[in-house]
């Protein structure tokens, strides 16, 4: 049985997260979180969007998780900025994105951003419009389709608990910017069998270690890039 969720309890671990994760999140921000969460909890009953139903987990195993990834992300983005190879606004594809994550939360918090989620699941596709429209989120697309198919570039091609590495990138490898463009895959223990497994033209050039709070698991990002010279 699902545990009755505090509303002001929620929002206060949420921003408690956000501010140990070192993010200062607006007011506007928080509430658009917590409403992502309660479309996700709605619509989930019809959809089937997650495993996760308890309101608890969604908090911790969903949206902390997703925050945990977004300074990193900014961090990078900035680095591109200053390189002046992207585009603008900055266009993040989250690959697998289902219930939206972590593409909703990163859309809510970088505004700046152009952020679209693609799902072969038309109803998933369908629910990130739902949200974009419900969170008033301009940044924020949902697309239906298989990421083979893409072609428009991306600056940043990310992914959670979507396939193994080797698949994600040689699935989306059409859809990254070059030669600027970086893969974001959040896992959780250090995937070195997978890393070991990925094609020849791509390199590591980070695994950076997460810390979520109120999670006690092993989480961090695998940054990639193609190596210079790789073709589409």
């Keep these: 049985m699902t545990s009755v969720p505090n509303t002001a309890d929620m929002r206060a671990r949420l921003e408690a997260g956000a501010i140990a994760l070192g993010l200062a999140l607006t007011a506007a921000q928080l509430d658009q979180l917590m409403e992502f969460m309660a479309q996700l909890q709605k619509w989930n009953k019809v959809y089937n969007l997650t495993a996760v ?134 896992k959780g223990k250090r995937p070195d069998e997978e890393i070991a497994g990925l094609p020849a033209d791509v390199n590591v050039f980070h695994v950076e270690q997460l810390h979520v709070p109120e999670l006690d698991a092993e989480r961090c990002i695998v940054w990639m890039r193609p190596q210079p010279g790789a073709a589409k």
Excluded at 69 to 79: E, I, K, N, S, T
Excluded at 112 to 133: E, L, R
């Design 53 to 186: 139903r308890d309101p608890q987990e969604m908090l911790t195993h969903h949206l902390l998780d997703s925050l945990a990834a977004v300074a990193p992300l900014r961090r990078h983005v900035a680095g591109l900025a200053g390189q002046g190879g992207a585009a603008s606004p900055v266009r993040l594809l989250d690959v697998g994105s289902g219930g939206g994550l972590p593409g909703v939360v990163f859309a809510i918090c970088c505004p700046d951003m152009d952020v679209s989620c693609v799902d072969t699941v038309g109803k998933k596709a369908a629910f990130i419009q739902q949200a974009a429209a419900v969170l008033r989120l301009r940044n924020l697309h949902g697309i239906h389709a298989r990421v083979e198919t893409l072609s428009t570039p991306f600056d940043v091609v990310s992914c959670r608990a979507f396939a193994s590495l080797p698949d994600f990138v040689n699935w989306s490898r059409s859809a990254l910017a070059l030669p600027h463009g970086v893969w974001l895959a959040m």
